[in-house]
């Protein structure tokens, strides 16, 4: 079974600087890789997959993730943090009938706070 | 399009009661499925379906059942509420036909069982 882990429960960073956000994984073939944004009290909304091909991967509001399969990783970053990234991040690697994104595991998540 | 549509959006619910939590999706997405969203646990999944008529479980769907009749809809019953099943509820649709597999997500359910 795959699994998603996302080590840090909450990161302070100030506005302007630069953010990376870990998430490893867990999964016996070639995973199909999400990080998703929450704003307190919305939806998900998707920043940016991968599924094959380039292990950079560019995303919306400036975010990149960098795909490693040797160290199970696809951590998210962004060079200048804006107030408005303040959220709670989240992980998720999927899988199912087609190896796809019809059952999603999810990370337990990363706050972000920014300080002006 | 409207995408993925949930109602209600809250529900407060007492120990016992039933309920129907509504998910539709716009799509014509073949896949389909249902996630429960606790502070420090991210998102489980609870059912998922493949397609009409096609549903199984996932990591937490003991007190659920689902069914699907249509592409369109895939609603959620809890048959008797119990407080652990506070929580917020979120739909989510997806087709093979996409190469990235990316899910919609609706908007959520906040329910409170007390």
Not at chain 1, 31 to 53: D, E, T
Not at chain 1, 54 to 73: H, N, P, W
Not at chain 2, 53 to 82: K, M
Request: hydrophobic letters at 30%; glycine letters at 10%; aromatic letters at 12%.
């Amino acid at each position: 079974a795959q699994s998603v882990t996302q080590p840090d429960i909450h990161i302070t960073v100030s506005e302007g600087a630069s953010l990376e956000l870990r998430c490893n994984y867990s999964y016996g073939a070639t995973p199909y890789l999400f990080w998703y944004v929450q704003s307190p009290g919305q939806g998900l909304q998707l920043l940016l997959k991968y599924f094959s091909g380039d292990t950079l991967v560019q995303g919306i509001k400036g975010f990149e993730a960098e795909f490693k399969r040797s160290q199970s990783s696809f951590n998210l970053r962004k060079p200048s943090v804006h107030w408005s990234d303040a959220a709670e991040y989240f992980c998720a690697v999927g899988a199912g009938v087609t190896g796809g994104g019809n059952k999603l595991t999810f990370g337990t998540g990363t706050q972000l706070k920014v300080e002006l | 399009n409207a995408g993925v549509t949930q109602t209600p959006k809250f529900q407060v619910l007492k120990t016992g009661q039933s309920m129907t939590l509504q998910c539709a999706q716009d799509m014509n997405h073949e896949y389909m499925s249902w996630y429960r969203q606790d502070p420090g646990m991210g998102l489980r999944l609870i059912h998922y379906s493949v397609g009409a008529g096609i549903t199984d479980q996932g990591e937490v769907p003991n007190g659920y059942n689902v069914s699907r009749s249509t592409t369109e809809d895939f609603p959620l019953r809890l048959l008797s509420a119990a407080p652990s099943q506070t929580s917020v509820y979120f739909c989510a649709s997806s087709s093979p036909r996409e190469s990235t597999y990316e899910q919609y997500f609706g908007p959520g359910t906040r329910l409170t069982v007390t």
